[in-house]
């Protein structure tokens, strides 16, 4: 025993022969908590984005209309587990005195808000469906809800991810859902809503939580960084929300372990160093250069990216992400406003919306999705993602199909990179520089100019004007201009009385449109440049095309069952009827008519079927 006693401990009191007791250690520290659980929220009015349910909820709680099942579905981290608790604080709201009510006015906590929230009350059971998902789980889930809650209100079961239930399990748990006790309530949360039986949904209130936007959860991580002392740029906690996809928890674990990588201010240069990301006006460039068709450029920048650490298929996305941007300022022209996107995107990208056509976004669009899907199979992704570039670039001075077949139709000259060459000119001539001008035969790259000129290579001369002799002609200049209601009404209602040019006089069918005629002429105009006179006369006219079409085919039909080889098979298999008549010499006709971009009869020299001096196709005989 020692002599000396500590100053600390010369008071405390102890027994003879012992020394005194020792002073008490200091207290431990608070462990850390990660951002998703220290601003967790703890009442409805805590929630971000899910105002429709919240909205719900409160008038059902101010009505005493609560159900005895709700059903919370959504993606990870929007807060199923969170407003499943939530919901069992507002059914079980007790204040000091022991009053209340059910409610969702939980600003102020009551008897048992604390022990719910943190998950350790007594009669709030908390299950997770993927370890607990058999009959014998639910068997004992039955028993129990029998008894009477402890101290609560309510007795709430939170089962979480329910979808991973075993059928068997669903059907126990059927009778019991339907009809539980006065004292118990169910709460199921899931992001597989889809493999929740109906039979289970049917018995529930369902609430789809949505993804959060990304402009409110820029506010939201913006007043966790000002609760926290932490600054950060707007950009990078833009760059944050993006990348979370519209999950908050999500975005808070990100926004965690960029304060921790910053180890100060939090800029976007480390957003993107932390997650791979590519440089916003480096894809801008990127896409530049590809819609360009400068290859060398993109090549170039998509390897510089790659060495500061961008993740090709993180590039290829962010690229696919600006062409939607680009797609949808220019279909939308007020999503410019969007708080979420950069400066660069809002100037740059309302740029290429005026100057790009949705046929060549929508190509692009295609490609990139393809090339995505490349590129996470391969084994050198960077490589992949190069290649994906050269198809893009190759493309984009290429004419869309149905300018290409214009182009054939008109005679305007050859294809861009028709002649098997990968550089779109004839000859194999190389592409020139962007921004350059285009000879005769090349196409012109989509942004090579500020005002691009139609991507058909300059005409000789002036393309004759169409020949409009006969309604046939008429039908078929409005297949050519894609007028796919004025033809079908042209093919169905009209009954030809005089035709000539100049001048068309019909009679309509029962129901026809009053207007055809206006718009006929009006269309005509457009189409050849002269006027014409359309008039609905009451003179009877002759067959619509339709009905023509309808008698060719019945001839046809009556043609081949005349026929001796058709005969013997209809007469060798009862039942058995013709449903189609096919020439061989019509098929061969209107393929090299689609090929040439030929419209009209194929047959040759309109001809009708003759089955003497052709084989019939059988292949239209139905047994």
Same mark, same amino acid.
Not at 549 to 557: F, I, P, Q, S
């Given at each position: 025993?020692?002599?000396?006693?500590d100053?600390?401990?010369a008071?405390?009191?102890?027994?003879?022969?012992?020394?005194?007791?020792?002073?008490p250690? #200091?207290?431990?520290?608070?462990?850390?908590?990660?951002?998703?659980?220290?601003?967790?929220? =703890?009442?409805?009015?805590?929630?971000?984005?899910?105002?429709?349910?919240?909205?719900?909820?409160?008038?059902?709680?101010?009505?005493g209309?609560?159900p005895?099942?709700?059903?919370?579905?959504?993606?990870?981290?929007?807060g199923?587990? $969170?407003?499943?608790?939530i919901?069992?604080r507002?059914?079980?709201y007790?204040t !000091?005195?022991?009053?209340?009510?059910?409610?969702?006015?939980?600003?102020?906590?009551?008897?048992?808000?604390?022990?719910?929230?943190?998950?350790?009350?007594?009669?709030?059971?908390?299950?997770? &469906? #993927?370890? %607990?998902?058999g009959?014998?789980?639910?068997?004992?889930?039955?028993?129990?809800i029998?008894?009477a809650?402890v101290?609560g209100r309510y007795?709430?079961?939170?089962?979480?991810?329910?979808?991973m239930?075993?059928?068997?399990?669903?059907?126990?748990?059927l009778?019991?859902?339907?009809?539980?006790?006065?004292h118990?309530?169910?709460?199921f949360a899931?992001?597989?809503i889809?493999?929740?039986?109906?039979?289970?949904?049917?018995?529930?209130?369902?609430?789809?939580?949505?993804?959060?936007e990304?402009?409110v959860?820029?506010?939201?991580?913006?007043?966790?960084?000002?609760?926290?002392?932490?600054?950060?740029? @707007?950009?990078a906690?833009? =760059?944050?929300?993006r990348?979370a996809?519209?999950s908050?928890?999500?975005?808070?674990?990100i926004?965690?372990?960029?304060?921790?990588?910053?180890?100060?201010?939090?800029?976007?240069?480390?957003?993107?160093? *932390?997650?791979g990301?590519?440089?916003?006006?480096?894809?801008?460039?990127?896409?530049?250069a590809?819609?360009?068709?400068?290859? !060398?450029?993109?090549?170039g920048?998509?390897r510089?990216?790659?060495?500061? /650490? @961008?993740?090709?298929v993180?590039?290829l %996305?962010?690229?696919?992400?600006?062409?939607?941007?680009? $797609?949808?300022?220019?279909?939308?022209? +007020? @999503?410019?406003?969007?708080?979420?996107?950069?400066q660069?995107?809002?100037?740059?990208? /309302?740029?290429?919306?005026?100057?790009?056509?949705?046929r060549?976004?929508?190509?692009?669009?295609?490609?990139?999705?393809?090339?995505?899907?490349?590129?996470?199979?391969?084994?050198?992704?960077?490589?992949?993602a190069?290649?994906?570039?050269?198809?893009l670039?190759h493309? &984009?001075?290429?004419?869309t199909?149905?300018?290409?077949?214009?182009?054939?139709?008109?005679?305007?000259?050859?294809?861009?990179?028709?002649?098997?060459? /990968? %550089?779109?000119?004839a000859?194999?001539?190389?592409?020139?520089?962007?921004?350059?001008?285009?000879?005769?035969?090349?196409?012109?790259?989509?942004?090579?100019?500020? %005002?691009?000129?139609?991507?058909?290579?300059?005409?000789?001369?002036?393309?004759?004007?169409?020949?409009?002799?006969?309604?046939?002609?008429?039908?078929?200049?409005?297949?050519?201009?894609?007028?796919?209601?004025?033809?079908?009404?042209?093919e169905?209602?009209?009954r030809?009385?005089?035709?000539?040019?100049?001048?068309?006089?019909?009679?309509?069918?029962?129901?026809?449109?009053?207007?055809?005629?206006q718009?006929?002429s009006?269309k005509?105009?457009?189409?050849?440049g002269?006027?014409?006179?359309?008039?609905v006369?009451n003179?009877?006219g002759? #067959?619509?095309?339709?009905?023509q079409?309808?008698?060719?085919?019945?001839?046809?039909?009556?043609?081949? &069952?005349?026929?001796?080889?058709?005969?013997?098979?209809?007469?060798?298999?009862?039942g =058995?009827?013709?449903?189609?008549v096919?020439?061989?010499r019509?098929? +061969?006709?209107?393929?090299?008519? &689609? *090929?040439?971009?030929?419209?009209?009869?194929?047959?040759?020299?309109?001809?009708?079927?003759?089955?003497?001096? #052709?084989?019939?196709?059988?292949d239209?005989?139905?047994?």
């Amino acid at each position: 025993m020692t002599d000396t006693i500590d100053a600390a401990t010369a008071d405390e009191p102890g027994f003879a022969g012992f020394a005194p007791a020792p002073a008490p250690a #200091a207290a431990a520290p608070t462990p850390y908590r990660v951002l998703a659980r220290k601003y967790r929220p =703890a009442h409805f009015g805590d929630l971000i984005g899910q105002d429709a349910m919240v909205r719900t909820l409160t008038n059902a709680f101010a009505a005493g209309r609560i159900p005895q099942a709700w059903m919370l579905t959504g993606v990870r981290g929007v807060g199923k587990t $969170t407003t499943a608790r939530i919901l069992a604080r507002a059914l079980n709201y007790q204040t !000091a005195d022991g009053g209340g009510a059910p409610t969702t006015d939980l600003r102020e906590f009551g008897l048992h808000c604390r022990d719910i929230i943190e998950g350790r009350h007594i009669d709030v059971m908390e299950l997770d &469906a #993927a370890s %607990n998902n058999g009959v014998e789980n639910v068997r004992q889930l039955i028993e129990g809800i029998q008894y009477a809650p402890v101290s609560g209100r309510y007795k709430v079961y939170i089962v979480d991810e329910v979808h991973m239930m075993s059928t068997a399990a669903f059907n126990a748990l059927l009778k019991t859902l339907e009809e539980p006790p006065a004292h118990a309530k169910f709460i199921f949360a899931t992001t597989e809503i889809r493999k929740v039986p109906i039979t289970v949904l049917s018995r529930c209130q369902r609430f789809d939580l949505r993804r959060v936007e990304s402009d409110v959860l820029v506010n939201h991580l913006s007043g966790i960084c000002r609760t926290e002392s932490v600054e950060a740029e @707007a950009e990078a906690l833009a =760059a944050i929300a993006r990348a979370a996809e519209g999950s908050v928890r999500d975005s808070l674990s990100i926004l965690d372990q960029a304060i921790a990588h910053a180890a100060g201010r939090i800029t976007l240069d480390d957003i993107r160093s *932390m997650l791979g990301l590519a440089d916003r006006a480096r894809v801008i460039d990127l896409f530049e250069a590809v819609m360009k068709g400068d290859i !060398a450029s993109a090549l170039g920048e998509l390897r510089a990216q790659y060495d500061a /650490g @961008a993740d090709p298929v993180v590039v290829l %996305n962010d690229l696919a992400e600006f062409t939607h941007l680009v $797609t949808r300022l220019k279909l939308v022209p +007020e @999503a410019v406003k969007d708080a979420t996107l950069a400066q660069a995107e809002r100037v740059r990208g /309302g740029d290429f919306a005026q100057r790009l056509s949705i046929r060549v976004l929508a190509r692009t669009w295609q490609m990139l999705l393809k090339g995505i899907s490349e590129v996470k199979q391969a084994d050198r992704p960077v490589m992949a993602a190069e290649m994906v570039l050269v198809r893009l670039a190759h493309a &984009a001075d290429l004419p869309t199909p149905d300018e290409a077949l214009k182009m054939l139709r008109d005679g305007a000259g050859a294809v861009p990179g028709a002649n098997g060459q /990968g %550089n779109g000119h004839a000859g194999g001539a190389p592409r020139p520089p962007s921004g350059g001008g285009n000879t005769a035969l090349a196409a012109r790259p989509v942004l090579a100019s500020a %005002n691009p000129a139609p991507l058909a290579a300059p005409r000789a001369a002036a393309a004759p004007q169409a020949i409009v002799a006969s309604i046939e002609d008429v039908v078929a200049l409005a297949s050519q201009h894609r007028e796919i209601t004025l033809k079908i009404a042209l093919e169905r209602d009209v009954r030809p009385v005089r035709f000539e040019p100049g001048r068309i006089e019909f009679s309509l069918v029962e129901g026809a449109s009053r207007t055809l005629a206006q718009d006929l002429s009006r269309k005509l105009k457009e189409w050849t440049g002269q006027t014409w006179m359309v008039a609905v006369v009451n003179a009877e006219g002759g #067959a619509t095309m339709r009905e023509q079409a309808a008698a060719a085919k019945d001839r046809r039909e009556s043609d081949a &069952a005349a026929h001796p080889a058709v005969k013997a098979v209809l007469e060798r298999f009862p039942g =058995a009827r013709i449903v189609d008549v096919r020439d061989p010499r019509a098929v +061969e006709a209107a393929e090299n008519a &689609a *090929m040439s971009g030929a419209e009209g009869d194929y047959l040759p020299d309109g001809e009708e079927p003759l089955f003497d001096d #052709a084989e019939p196709d059988f292949d239209g005989i139905d047994f």
